[in-house]
């Protein structure tokens, strides 16, 4: 079976990323443009209110822009991500990413990322704005 040139990114980036596996970052999705990812909310995840720190779902959010904007077999980096916060994460917490290409040319990608939880409530909105380098992955 050939795999198609995002899985090969994917593969590629996951294997090598630390902090998504710390995360417990399940890739559910992957192709040109997109990205689904999900994860489960651990204890040591949750901030000084028992709830989760906004920060993890940031960055199972930005991981899903870091996949999307690879996806196409150039490297791309983020420069500028924002968040909304839309409802408390708590333990147990199954969250979903899902990440979409909104617009994308030469040198410039987009990315949309929706964050639900279990119930398919939006607990956050992140946009992501990334640079596409020259350099082409070597998968």
Known sequence: MI???ATKVVDKMYNNDGFSKWLGIERVEESAGKSVLRMTVRHEMLN?????HGGISYSLADSALA???NSHGRMSVSIET???H???V?????????AEEISLNN???IYHITVKNQHDKIVALFKGTVFRKEKEWDV
């Not at 000084?48 to 989760?52: K, Q, S, V």
């Not at 708590?90 to 899902?98: G, M, P, S, Y």
């Open 3 to 5: 795999k198609a040139l």
């Open 48 to 52: 000084g209110f028992g709830i989760a």
């Open 67 to 69: 996949f999307a904007s």
């Open 82 to 84: 924002s968040i909304s």
């Open 86 to 88: 839309t409802e408390t």
């Open 90 to 98: 708590k333990e147990n917490d199954i969250l979903t990413a899902t």
């Open 107 to 109: 040198r410039i990608g």
